[in-house]
């Protein structure tokens, strides 16, 4: 049973476009929210986080925006380009000394 | 620095066999990990220590045996290897639990098929 639920597992995205990857957890213990990506052959890598204490965090092409009431949080790639594709993994933690909690993945593929 | 460094890359073992995954970290972090990958399941964790001679268990433990005789290096012993553990194995350190400031640090995976 996943603690934290993504979608879609997979899109497709024209060059240009915005891609949206959606996020929804149960544990109202967890306390931050990253996003990793992740390259055909290497592991993933930290992209961008954010804690419940705001509603979204940009930093450029890349928003995570945070509904805690939902227990929702969705990333948003703005202009979204060919070296996007990769696959984006939400996850979630708390303060109780587990580690970090994954979601399934998102396999993004942006075309030319 | 290396980072984190995993070997073998990839791996093929007969139903039955045993083998150990190894990981080395350069970063001095306290935490290791290893993770399972699967597709539609995500990352998955296997087991995990906060230090060296303290490992725990995570979600999906079995078949999986870790020790940790030092800060540096975190194997992952497969006791007998079953179709099912065909997967890709990530091991990643860490500050702390990768939370605020701790992000885990990934090596590149190694692919293992069970025949």
């Known amino acids: 049973q996943q603690q934290v639920k993504q979608s879609p597992q997979s899109l497709i995205v024209q060059k240009g476009g915005i891609s949206i990857i959606n996020c929804a957890y149960e544990?109202?213990?967890?306390?931050?929210f990253p996003w990793y990506q992740q390259f055909p052959g290497k592991g993933p890598a930290l992209l961008i986080a954010?804690?419940?204490?705001?509603s979204e965090k940009k930093e450029g092409r890349f928003t995570i925006s945070f509904n805690k009431s939902a227990k929702q949080f969705s990333l948003h790639i703005m202009d979204s380009q060919p070296g996007d594709s990769a696959t984006y993994f939400c996850?979630?933690?708390?303060?109780?000394?587990?580690?970090?909690?994954f979601g399934g993945g998102t396999r993004l593929m942006v075309k030319p | 620095n290396a980072g984190v460094t995993q070997t073998p890359k990839f791996q093929v073992l007969k139903t039955g066999q045993s083998m150990t995954l190894q990981c080395a970290q350069d970063?001095?972090?306290?935490?290791m990990s290893w993770y399972r990958q699967d597709p539609g399941m995500g990352l998955r964790l296997i087991h995990y220590?906060?230090?060296?001679?303290?490992?725990d268990q995570g979600e999906v433990p079995n078949g999986y045996n870790v020790s940790r005789s030092t800060t540096e290096d975190f194997p992952l012993r497969l006791l007998s290897a079953a179709p099912s553990q065909t997967s890709v194995y990530f091991c990643?350190?860490?500050?702390?639990?990768?939370?605020?400031?701790?992000?885990?640090?990934f090596g590149n995976g190694t692919r293992l098929t069970v025949t």
């Open positions: 990643a350190s860490s500050y702390s639990f990768g939370g605020w400031n701790s992000p885990l640090h």
């Open positions: 544990n109202t213990a967890f306390d931050y």
């Open positions: 954010i804690r419940p204490d705001v």
């Open positions: 996850a979630a933690v708390g303060n109780a000394g587990n580690m970090l909690t």
């Open positions: 970063m001095n972090h306290e935490y």
């Open positions: 220590s906060v230090g060296a001679g303290i490992t």
